[in-house]
């Protein structure tokens, strides 16, 4: 079943499948490959039968470092790519919230944009007290819609959220655990220790009793992706379009900072 993965690994342990996104040389930035791969990732997990539990994590120094660069620019040098893209984030999205099995959120260094955006939508989060999260999508004049803008609302509630969508600024674990923002923030000597004995606990469990409750909970999560997926893509697609996203995008391949004139 998971073979064909070119960007994402997978190692068992009993009935705990571990997946790790696995560019590490780019700090598992989701390029056109691996977006493709996570959108039918959690399809695949759900109809895994080896596994009751999931934790999922980064190769490297970080989580996922949210959107390619290089992927961004394809993008806006051909705008209809982006209704695949689209159409992947939000079975990303929904499939995530509808996979039955816990999912367990390791985030073993930074995650931010789309990588901050699946962590947030996993079940439990652990971190490592040295690991950043944020969601930057503004930083690069684009829209947080695949997803910012529904978890984090839900998390730490609006007003907070919104201070930390349309700022940029990424928070440290332990920030963002005080806020509730994420479960744990531990040491990162014992992130995979705590992790695994968590998942261990888990999976000894009443898994269906455990998977159910799970299920349960996230019908308005589930409900709220429904709602407004298509429309926080459309409004991403059409940043997508703008010359401040260009001006971002150039700035960041040239190490400068962007000079954004709202257009």
């Known amino acids: 079943m998971f073979e064909s993965y070119q960007t994402i ?5 009993g009935r705990i499948l571990e997946v790790t996104l696995n560019r590490p040389d780019k700090l598992n930035a989701t390029d056109a490959l691996m977006h493709e791969e996570l959108a039918r990732l959690f399809f695949d997990v759900s ?42 984030g939000k079975q990303l999205v ?20 789309l990588g901050a955006t699946i962590a947030l939508l996993c079940d439990v989060i652990f971190a490592s007290e040295t690991a950043k999260i944020g969601d930057p999508h503004v930083s690069v004049g684009f829209v947080a819609g695949d997803g910012g803008a529904l978890i984090w ?11 930390f969508l349309l700022t940029g600024d990424l928070m440290t674990a332990t920030q ?25 606990r888990l999976a000894g469990g ?37 010359k401040d996203h260009q001006e971002a995008v150039s700035a960041f391949r040239e190490k400068r900072q962007p000079r954004f004139v709202g257009q």
């Open 94 to 113: 929904l499939s995530l919230l509808d996979c039955e099995k816990p999912v367990i959120a390791k985030l073993n260094g930074h995650a931010t944009g």
């Open 176 to 200: 963002a655990a005080q806020i509730g923002l994420i479960n744990h923030a531990v040491p990162a000597e014992a992130l995979d220790q705590t992790v695994q004995a968590f998942a261990e």
């Open 47 to 88: 109809n895994d039968p080896d596994s009751d539990v999931v934790v999922l994590t980064g190769a490297g120094r970080a989580f996922s470092a949210g959107g390619d660069i290089g992927w961004m620019q394809s993008m806006i040098d051909d705008p209809s790519a982006f209704e695949k893209t689209a159409r992947e």
């Open 9 to 13: 690994t997978f190692q068992r342990s």
């Open 153 to 163: 609302p839900q998390l730490i509630g609006y007003a907070r959220a919104k201070e």
């Open 206 to 242: 009443a898994i269906k009793a455990i998977r159910w409750t799970k299920m349960s909970v996230n019908i308005p999560l589930r409900q709220m992706a429904e709602s407004m997926m298509n429309a926080s893509l459309a409004y991403e697609a059409l940043s997508n379009m703008t």
